[in-house]
């Protein structure tokens, strides 16, 4: 059965889905963003937790300059990339029960079967981020629940999703691509020189 | 590089000044909870002109110690030093709402 499943699913895409700037769920059938547009596509795998911090670094490198608008975007980078490969490392990971397997900050190794990676592509304006793991959990009611969670303005400390929402605000055409069970993808755009209207905070 | 994360107080006449170092992720969870005892002032400035990134993770850490800080020590805080980002995600995330920017002199 679960080969069956594997099977559809690798030839067909579903539940792709990204967030309209209310945070509200749109369905459609291929990713609003995509790598296919760059000449050269990076891709790196996740073997275990310590290897964060070294692809985080990777990406801040490829983004090369030394004026404002480079550093912002290395920072905006480094942040996403942190927060998918936190989520794709600690929070994606559950039991049978739906409970958390891992607590964040735990060092961890991936079990047998298990994939996370992180793809990436810096033309000099836009910087496409994906990652990837292979448990399928992040469903849109999910994600939308988050969203609304903090588009709540207060300020409590423990809020769940908080690292979506920043990817989600901080992304250009932020997507969710997921196979439930097998395969979720992350992913959008981050412009070296974003006009204020995408980020509400400014 | 990782910056290792650390915490420095300078315990000032009429304040204190909290120097944070590194990024702030769920690695520095253990040094927050040291934070309060090491406060002595009702004023505190907390300072992140060496700070790197700071993730979900440390964004709840730190609207932990800024609400305990002030419930439990009625202390007044500001924040000085935050990079763009850094400033971002305090206005995002409501942490100049409790700690608002410190005025320059």
Same mark, same amino acid.
């Given at each position: 059965?679960?080969?069956?499943?594997?099977?559809?699913?690798? =030839?067909?895409?579903?539940?792709?889905?990204?967030?309209?700037?209310?945070?509200?769920?749109?369905?459609?059938?291929?990713?609003?963003?995509?790598?296919?547009?760059?000449?050269?596509?990076?891709?790196?795998?996740?073997?275990?937790?310590?290897?964060?911090?070294?692809?985080?670094?990777?990406?801040?490198?490829?983004?090369?300059?030394?004026?404002?608008?480079?550093?912002?975007?290395?920072?905006?980078?480094?942040?996403?990339?942190?927060?998918?490969?936190?989520?794709?490392?600690?929070?994606?990971?559950?039991?049978?029960?739906?409970?958390?397997?891992?607590?964040?900050?735990? =060092?961890?190794?991936?079990?047998?079967?298990?994939?996370?990676?992180?793809?990436?592509?810096?033309?000099?304006?836009?910087?496409?981020?994906?990652?990837?793991?292979?448990?399928?959990?992040?469903?849109?009611?999910?994600?939308?629940?988050?969203?609304?969670?903090?588009?709540?303005?207060?300020?409590?400390?423990?809020?769940?999703?908080?690292?979506?929402?920043?990817?989600?605000?901080?992304? =250009?055409?932020?997507?969710?691509?997921?196979?439930?069970?097998?395969?979720?993808?992350?992913?959008?755009?981050?412009?070296?020189?974003?006009?204020?209207?995408?980020?509400?905070?400014? | 590089?990782?910056?290792?994360?650390?915490?420095?107080?300078?315990?000032? $006449?009429?304040?204190?000044?909290?120097?944070?170092?590194?990024?702030?992720?769920?690695?520095?969870?253990?040094?927050?909870?040291?934070?309060?005892?090491?406060?002595?002032?009702?004023?505190?400035?907390?300072?992140?002109?060496?700070?790197?990134?700071?993730?979900?993770?440390?964004? /709840?850490?730190? &609207?932990?110690?800024?609400?305990?800080?002030?419930?439990?020590?009625?202390?007044?805080? $500001?924040?000085?030093?935050?990079?763009?980002?850094?400033?971002?995600?305090?206005?995002?995330?409501?942490?100049?709402?409790? /700690?608002?920017?410190?005025?320059? &002199?």
């Amino acid at each position: 059965m679960i080969g069956i499943l594997q099977k559809k699913y690798q =030839k067909e895409t579903i539940n792709m889905f990204s967030l309209s700037k209310h945070g509200r769920v749109i369905c459609s059938p291929t990713p609003p963003a995509s790598c296919s547009e760059f000449h050269e596509i990076h891709e790196w795998p996740v073997r275990s937790s310590e290897d964060k911090e070294e692809i985080i670094g990777r990406v801040e490198r490829l983004i090369e300059g030394g004026d404002t608008s480079h550093e912002f975007l290395r920072q905006r980078a480094a942040l996403m990339a942190d927060e998918m490969l936190e989520n794709a490392l600690y929070c994606a990971p559950r039991d049978t029960h739906g409970r958390q397997i891992y607590a964040k900050g735990e =060092k961890r190794s991936l079990s047998p079967g298990e994939e996370i990676v992180l793809r990436c592509a810096f033309d000099g304006e836009k910087l496409f981020l994906e990652v990837s793991d292979s448990w399928g959990r992040l469903s849109p009611e999910t994600v939308q629940g988050y969203i609304a969670i903090n588009l709540a303005h207060n300020t409590s400390a423990d809020r769940a999703g908080r690292g979506l929402f920043f990817m989600w605000k901080f992304m =250009k055409d932020f997507y969710v691509n997921f196979a439930p069970g097998l395969k979720t993808s992350v992913g959008g755009y981050l412009l070296l020189n974003p006009d204020s209207y995408e980020y509400g905070a400014i | 590089m990782e910056q290792k994360f650390k915490i420095e107080i300078k315990n000032g $006449s009429t304040s204190d000044t909290v120097h944070f170092h590194g990024n702030i992720d769920s690695h520095a969870d253990s040094h927050f909870e040291e934070l309060g005892r090491k406060i002595s002032k009702k004023m505190v400035v907390f300072d992140f002109s060496s700070v790197g990134r700071i993730n979900s993770m440390g964004i /709840a850490l730190l &609207l932990r110690s800024i609400k305990s800080l002030k419930t439990e020590q009625d202390a007044q805080i $500001s924040i000085q030093g935050a990079n763009q980002i850094n400033a971002m995600l305090f206005k995002m995330t409501g942490i100049y709402l409790l /700690a608002p920017e410190a005025k320059r &002199l």
